[in-house]
Structures are given as C-alpha cells and as structure tokens.
C-alpha cells in the first residue's frame, strides 16, 4: 500500500512536467490519465497483509498430503506450473466432496459400527470418535473369530488325544467281559468330521461325552485316574501349541512395532538371491532427546507410529523392519534408486508434516535416510554399509534428508 502511494504521488509529480514538454500529444495525456486510474483501482482493491499470506499458506500445506504438498514448491521464476495447480485444484475439489460426503455418512456409520459392536459384544463409549469406534468393531470381531478358531482347535485336540483312551476304555471292558452300546457310538461320533457350525459340533461332543461317561461308570478308579491324565495332557498339548506359535510370531517380529526383525529381515534377504534390491536405512533424528525429555514410554509410542507408517507405505513385495532402536530399514525389490529416492522422500516429507499424538501431547518429529542400490553379485554386507554411510551424510548435513550412496 505504501509502495501504491508513493506511485501516485510520483505520477503526480511527473505528469504536469510531461505534458508541459509535449502539449501536443493526445496519446500521452491518455496514457498518463490511465496510468492513475490504474494504480488507483489497485490500491482500493484488497490487499493480504505478509504474514497472513505466510500464514495461511503453511495451514494450507498441512492440509494435503505428502504427494500434493510437494506440488506448492514454485519454480526458479517464483510461480507454481499451471500443470501443478492443475492436480492442485483437481485434488481440493476431490477433498471437498469427500468431506461433503462424509458429513452426510458419519452419523449413519456411527449408528452401523455400534449396532454392529452390540452384536457380538459391547458398543464403544458415547464419545468415542469414528476411528476409535471401528477399531473397537475391529477388535471385538477379531476375538469373536479367535475364540471360534480356538473352540474348534481345543475340540479337535480333544478328539485326537481321547480316541486312543476310548479304545483303551474298550479293551478294559471286554477282558472284564462288559459290553458298552454307548461307547461304541461315542467312538463313531468321534470318527466324524465336525461340522463347521461350532453349535452343531458342541451338540454331537456332548452326545458322545454322554456315551462315554456311562461307559465310565463301568471302569474300576484307575479308569478315572486314565482319564485325568489323559485330560492333564490334553491342557498340556494346548498350552505347548500356543506356546509354539507364540515364540514363532515373537522370533520373527518386533514385539514393540510388528514390523520385521532382524532374522525375518535375514531370511527375507536369503529368497531373493542375486536380485536387485534397493536397501533404505531411516533412523529418527534426536531421538535420544525424546527420551531424556519424555520418558521412554513416550518414546516407545513414537518408534509405534514410525512403524505404523513404515508399513503402510510399503509395498507387499517390499519388507519394512526395526534393526535397532531408533533405527528402520525398507527393503524395495526390483526397484531403481530413482523410485526408491522418490518413495523415501514422499516417506521423510510424510513423518515430518505429521503432528504424532502421544501421552505426553503433540511431538514433531523429523527422520533422516540413506539409500543404497544393491547390484547382483555384490555382498548383501556391502550394500548395507553404502546405505548407512549415506545416512551418516543425512545426519552430518543437518539431518531430515534424504542421501543416496554412489553407485
């Protein structure tokens, strides 16, 4: 606005001296006249003080995501490509209808996702949000399914381990010369495929758990006593499948994040060979500071979020795993170090434009990455110190970047 005022005061000042020195020259008396009228027009139009326009320009970033954000970055001349605003306006319009469409859904699927949970459990709280309520959903869905899967399991085991007693429990009966009729439809009962609806399986197990309690009554007490123990080893046999299963998942799996462990990274490197690969190391900046300032607790959320992220920008042919405490490797199969920089820098711009929510408030945070292109015939050992060096430059640089090892 002042720059405007100081232009018309010029104009001012100039256009009597130019029109006394060409008083013939009706163009330039039109010129001058419509020079004014313009820097006038301008000044009463509505001007965005700096900082608002700063302002309102970083709100507008964090509003898109790490793709689209990138788009915002002017040219060398200062403007953004028309290809550019294009997506731009493409994308906020595709933002817009979805919120539209949103508010008109929301209240129906609050209303579905807790009739839903009350089906098969309890609704989530009142005041819960959309995402804590499907997950809540989610939750309770998956209980009800392992608790099928486990009824099943725990009957089939009991099946397998009793079937050899039932033919103990005969041969008892015939050398004491007893004939059980109802032994001998537990046993055919048995024999039988369980049905898939677990109603119906529970329905035949109690006909011949009858059978086999009358057949029971006819044994002598060291019967019964057979019958404890084999019913000792059946929990035993369970206990040791859940164990075995356990150790399985926890042997190949971060217990903290579930992303990849070292030896599942191992074993994942082994099946690929010779093949090509691109290996990304991404460590998280300060984090030793998080820590110190928040507590470990805290900082275990945040290495939870990481690797919330980290899996859901892999791919299913790439392998997403925590090395060490703050520190992350990808593994990009079949992909050139030109889309492996540009997933890791969508990645690094993705961590930093996001607000991590934990107990403690709002923490921002930023990673630093190092990539490595894997050549055929190349120790596996060479490649992933070439990916660590680079992100010693990301880290050397001034961190939150993204640094690829020469090939």
């Avoid at 163009?27 to 006249?33: I, K, Y």
């Amino acid at each position: 606005m002042e720059a405007l005022n100081q232009l018309l005061d010029d104009m001012d000042t100039i256009r009597p001296i130019v029109i006394a020195a060409m008083p013939d020259d009706l163009e330039l008396r039109s010129t001058t006249r419509r020079m004014i009228a313009a820097l006038e027009e301008i000044r009463r139009s509505p001007g965005i003080p700096h900082d608002t326009y700063i302002w309102a320009s970083k709100l507008f970033a964090r509003l898109l995501d790490a793709e689209h954000g990138a788009l915002l970055r002017p040219t060398h001349s200062g403007t953004i490509p028309a290809e550019s605003r294009a997506m731009l306006e493409l994308y906020i319009e595709k933002r817009k209808n979805l919120l539209l469409e949103a508010q008109q859904h929301i209240p129906a699927t609050h209303t579905i996702l807790d009739r839903s949970s009350n089906l098969i459990g309890t609704r989530a709280r009142k005041n819960d949000s959309l995402q804590k309520r499907a997950r809540h959903l989610e939750t309770l869905i998956q209980e009800h399914l392992k608790q099928d899967a486990d009824l099943r399991s725990e009957l089939q085991h009991l099946i397998d381990a009793f079937s050899p007693s039932l033919d103990a429990i005969s041969k008892v009966l015939e050398d004491a010369g007893e004939e059980s009729p109802e032994l001998k439809q537990a046993k055919l009962l048995l024999e039988q495929e369980l049905p898939d609806d677990i109603a119906q399986a529970r329905e035949m197990l109690q006909t011949a758990r009858k059978g086999i309690l009358k057949a029971g009554n006819k044994l002598t007490s060291a019967s019964a006593k057979l019958h404890k123990t084999l019913q000792n080893n059946i929990v035993q046999l369970s206990n040791m499948s859940q164990q075995l299963e356990q150790a399985e998942s926890e042997a190949r799996n971060d217990p903290l994040t579930g992303l990849a462990n070292r030896r599942r990274l191992a074993e994942f490197l082994k099946t690929m060979g010779q093949a090509s690969f691109c290996f990304l190391v991404v460590d998280i900046d300060h984090f030793k500071k998080i820590n110190d300032t928040y507590g470990h607790d805290i900082g275990d959320e945040i290495l939870q979020e990481v690797g919330a992220i980290l899996a859901d920008c892999t791919r299913k042919t790439d392998l997403a795993a925590r090395v060490g405490g703050e520190e992350f490797c990808i593994v990009f199969p079949d992909t050139d170090q030109v889309t492996s920089t540009r997933l890791a820098e969508s990645l690094r711009q993705s961590i930093a434009m996001k607000p991590f929510r934990t107990s403690a408030g709002i923490i921002e945070l930023t990673v630093s990455i190092g990539i490595a292109e894997h050549r055929p015939g190349v120790e596996h050992s060479i490649t992933f110190k070439a990916a660590d060096e680079a992100l010693y430059c990301s880290k050397a640089n001034g961190r939150n970047q993204v640094t690829c090892a020469h090939s």
